[in-house]
């Protein structure tokens, strides 16, 4: 199996109102072809990337992008170093808007090959199975979600309409 070298980049993602969103961006550098596409791999984050979380995950990511994908760690609106407001409750459309937006991005960032995956943990699961099975961007090819569920009313952290559920 090839492996490559990578380069890391902070950038900034415009969202279509203006509101710019934080970005990773780790990229494999071929050796062989200069002009050689890769794979994005996305994680849509409301746990400010630059945190300690990247240096827990950065073997991973280093493992992914020498394999060959680009590494996309974004933080959503208002978290992070991303600019704007968090609203009040998570998964609102404007968060699944921008993340549609980002995944646009990524498709046509010029080391890409179009085509984008999404992961994620807990909040970015969910983000990564609503923007799977409510948005269906036409970039995003593949999903791996943990401890993510399809059913927030009843599997969210915070039980539907603010009572916490007893389990019979």
Not at 17 to 33: C, F, N
Not at 67 to 89: M, P, W
Not at 97 to 117: F, K
Request: hydrophobic share 40%; with cysteine.
């Amino acid at each position: 199996m090839m492996t490559y070298n990578f380069t890391s980049e902070n950038t900034w993602l415009t969202m279509l109102d203006g509101v710019r969103l934080s970005a990773t961006l780790v990229i494999p550098i071929s050796q062989r072809d200069t002009n050689e596409n890769f794979p994005v791999l996305l994680e849509y984050k409301p746990y400010r990337k630059d945190d300690s979380f990247f240096n827990i995950n950065q073997p991973k990511i280093h493992y992914q992008a020498q394999r060959g994908f680009i590494v996309a760690l974004v933080d959503i609106r208002g978290t992070g170093a991303s600019e704007g407001v968090l609203i009040e409750y998570e998964y609102t459309s404007q968060e699944l808007n921008d993340c549609e937006h980002v995944i646009e991005l990524l498709a046509a960032h010029p080391r890409s090959n179009g085509r984008v995956g999404m992961y994620g943990l807990s909040w970015s699961a969910f983000n990564s199975l609503m923007m799977a099975t409510l948005r269906r961007p036409p970039a995003l090819h593949a999903v791996f979600a943990a401890h993510g569920s399809d059913d927030l009313y009843n599997n969210d952290v915070h039980y539907g309409d603010g009572i916490l559920h007893q389990d019979e």
